[in-house]
């Protein structure tokens, strides 16, 4: 089932919060860019951003993608639930607006990412799972997704079968 991971985020927005989804580890997930490789990854241009994406959803299961105020409509965010489809892996998608940051902020919730792309006529945000813990507490958040996060990684491995 889902044992190994790509997760997708919004870097600049919620890498703290992604952070401690990651470390929640139930899941083994990525390679984390540190700061300084990022960036050179980004200096790289498209191509070596594309390449590093690719690199990385190498032999994953699914896409856990951790949604945020601003993660609909990124690029590569698009990129990434585009090629996961392709890819025939699970994908499933996580808010995770009410997990604080490093300066102990919450954000707003984000428009749902799969809302732009179809299957075959049908929207992606009928067929891939979107979760928001029903809880405005970040520790209950927290709580809420380590609890849930493998059942719902392997659920979307199912999901994707069905397609």
């Known amino acids: 089932m889902a044992k190994q991971v790509f997760y997708s985020f919004h870097y600049d927005n919620d890498n703290w919060r992604a952070s401690q ?7 083994e997930g990525n390679r984390p860019a540190p700061d300084n490789d990022w960036e ?6 498209e191509k070596a951003i594309q390449k590093w ?19 609909a409509d990124r690029k590569w965010i698009d990129y990434e639930i585009q090629k ?23 954000s707003t919730q984000g428009k749902n990412p799969f809302l732009g792309f179809n299957i075959n006529g049908t929207p992606l945000s ?28 392997e659920e979307s491995v199912v999901i994707r079968k069905k397609y």
Not at 21 to 27: L, W
């Open 21 to 27: 989804v990651r470390n929640i580890g139930v899941i």
């Open 40 to 45: 050179t990854i980004k200096k790289g241009g």
């Open 53 to 71: 994406i690719d690199d990385q959803m190498h032999y994953r299961s699914c896409t856990i993608l951790l949604v945020g105020s601003a993660t």
């Open 84 to 106: 996961t489809w392709e890819e025939g892996m699970g994908l499933v998608g996580i808010c995770i607006h009410n997990l604080k940051d490093r300066n102990g902020n919450q």
């Open 126 to 153: 009928q067929i891939v799972k979107l979760y928001n813990p029903p809880f405005s507490d970040s520790k209950l958040v927290y709580n809420h997704i380590s609890e849930n996060l493998l059942k719902w990684a």
